[in-house]
C-alpha cells in the first residue's frame, strides 16, 4: 500500500539554526499537508500543497512539493524555542485518506 | 466558534474493563477519522466515518474495537477487554467534505492508560 516516509526521525538544532524535514511518497499524491503537533498537544494543520512544485511560505516557515508530486521538504529559517514539536506530513491520493508520515521530531536548544 | 472536542481527555482502565472515547466534530462537519499514536510515534489511521456509516475501518483492528457516529450526538470510539497494549494517545479528527484536500481539525486526543 501506500506508504509516506519522513526523514530525519530525530534534529536537534541550535537556535538559530536552520532545519529542513523531508517527505517521501511511494505513489504520486494529489496533495499534500502539513501538520505540526506540540509535546503532549494535538496536530494542528500547517499548510496544504497541491500543484507540482509548489512553493508556499509562512514567515520563517517554506513548503515545497516536488515536480513529481512525490515529495515534499518543509524549511524552518532561523529555528525559535517555539518550533518544538513534531511535524508530520500527510499525503493525499483524491480521496477521503490521508497518508501520515513517520513524523520528524525538533527539538531546539536555547 | 467551537473545535473539536474529546472526552475524556486522560482515561484509566485495568486490563478488561471497556474504553469508551467520545469525538464531537466542528460544528457542520459530518466526517470523523480516528488515528492512534503511541509515545514517540505516528499518527496510525483506524477508522473513517460518516454520519450513520462506517466508511473505512480498515486500520481498526477486527476485534474489541468499534466505532460509531450517529445521527445525533458525538463519535465513539469503543474498545472492549482492554489490554496494556491499547494503552495510546487516541486523537479523532472532523472535515466537512471528506476529501484528502480538506483541512483536517484534530481534537485534544484522549490519552488511554490500561493498568
Known amino acids: 500500500g501506500q506508504q509516506v516516509m519522513q526523514i530525519p526521525q530525530y534534529q536537534h538544532v541550535q537556535e538559530g539554526e536552520d532545519f529542513t524535514t523531508y517527505c517521501n511518497s511511494s505513489?504520486?499524491?494529489?496533495?499534500i499537508q502539513w501538520y505540526k503537533q506540540r509535546p503532549g498537544g494535538h496536530p494542528v494543520f500547517l499548510i496544504q500543497?497541491?500543484?507540482?512544485?509548489e512553493v508556499k511560505k509562512q514567515k520563517r516557515l517554506t513548503f515545497q512539493f516536488g515536480e513529481a508530486k512525490k515529495n515534499s521538504s518543509l524549511h524552518i529559517t532561523a529555528t525559535q524555542t517555539t518550533d518544538v514539536g513534531t511535524y508530520f506530513c500527510?499525503?493525499?491520493?483524491?480521496?477521503?485518506?490521508?497518508?501520515f508520515g513517520t513524523g520528524t521530531r525538533l527539538k531546539v536548544l536555547a | 466558534n467551537a473545535g473539536v472536542m474529546q472526552n475524556p481527555r486522560h482515561l484509566v482502565r485495568r486490563r478488561g474493563q471497556e474504553a469508551r472515547l467520545r469525538c464531537s466534530p466542528v460544528k457542520g462537519h459530518s466526517h470523523v477519522y480516528w488515528y492512534r499514536q503511541l509515545p514517540e510515534e505516528g499518527l496510525k489511521f483506524m477508522v473513517y466515518l460518516q454520519k450513520e456509516n462506517i466508511i473505512d475501518e480498515s486500520g481498526m483492528p477486527k476485534e474489541r474495537f468499534s466505532a460509531e457516529f450517529p445521527k445525533e450526538g458525538p463519535s465513539i470510539l469503543r474498545i472492549q477487554q482492554v489490554v496494556r497494549g491499547d494503552s495510546a494517545a487516541y486523537f479523532c479528527?472532523?472535515?466537512?467534505?471528506?476529501?484528502?484536500?480538506?483541512?483536517?481539525?484534530f481534537g485534544p486526543g484522549t490519552r488511554l492508560t490500561v493498568l
Open positions: 500543497l497541491v500543484k507540482s512544485g
Open positions: 505513489t504520486t499524491l494529489s496533495n
Open positions: 500527510a499525503g493525499g491520493e483524491g480521496t477521503y485518506k490521508y497518508i
Open positions: 479528527a472532523s472535515s466537512s467534505e471528506g476529501r484528502s484536500t480538506d483541512t483536517q481539525y
